[in-house]
């Protein structure tokens, strides 16, 4: 690709990637170090300016993808970035939840993912990656995508009983004639049949393009 502005921007939005989720896994890790099971109660205060800007700045990946800069597919990556914003959206609106253990877990396997992306695109764009660290992105990112998708899909869950008391607040409702509301657990309870369908779409896509990544490989190498 050469030095273009193209390369440089790229090169410059993995890298801030990467940094932001190491900063958020180094210093979670280090709050559990220091604080035990304690740490969790502060979590989510502590990281989730952090997290919400690379989860937001992840928004750009869409672009990349449409505009022919990233080679991944699009239905993955868009179900990933759109399933994390939803999810971090519900955590900021309800704050009770935020010192959930379960929060915490969440929190760490998004950064694994991050860890396991972001050091693997910037090796993609300054030459051709080592084949172990290709492998270990190919491989380990479908089963922590998994665990990701199943850990969103049961906070999600959880979070039904503290949306249900505040319904009166959260409703809306549509311009119909008939005086119809649609209350956040209903819409949520739909979100949980989109994830379900969405990320076993995206496993499915996952292992195709693993397949297609290291049968080229493989080629290559012969």
Known sequence: MGFSLGFIYLFSYNLLQF?????????MTARFLSFGKDAQFGTFYFVAVMMGA???????????????????RLFPRFMQV???????????????????PIVCVQFYLWNILGLLRYPHR?????GTPYFKMLWVH?????????????TEGISIFLMLPY????????????K???????????????????????????VLLLLKERKENLESWNKKLN
């Open 54 to 72: 690379c989860q937001l700045l992840s928004l750009l990946e869409l672009f990349h993808i449409a505009d022919g800069f990233d080679e991944c």
């Open 176 to 202: 119909v004639p008939a005086p119809m509301y649609m209350y956040s657990p209903y819409i949520v309870m739909s979100w949980i049949l989109l994830l379900v369908l969405g990320s076993s779409l995206t």
């Open 163 to 174: 949306l249900s008391e505040s319904e009166g607040t959260d409703s809306v409702q549509p």
């Open 19 to 27: 940094c932001g989720h190491t900063w958020i896994f180094a210093n």
């Open 138 to 150: 190919q491989t380990l990112t479908i089963p922590v995508y998994l665990m990701s998708a199943v």
């Open 122 to 126: 910037l090796f993609c764009l300054i």
């Open 82 to 100: 759109i399933e994390r914003n939803v999810l971090l959206f519900l955590l900021i609106s309800l704050e009770e939840f935020q010192s959930k």
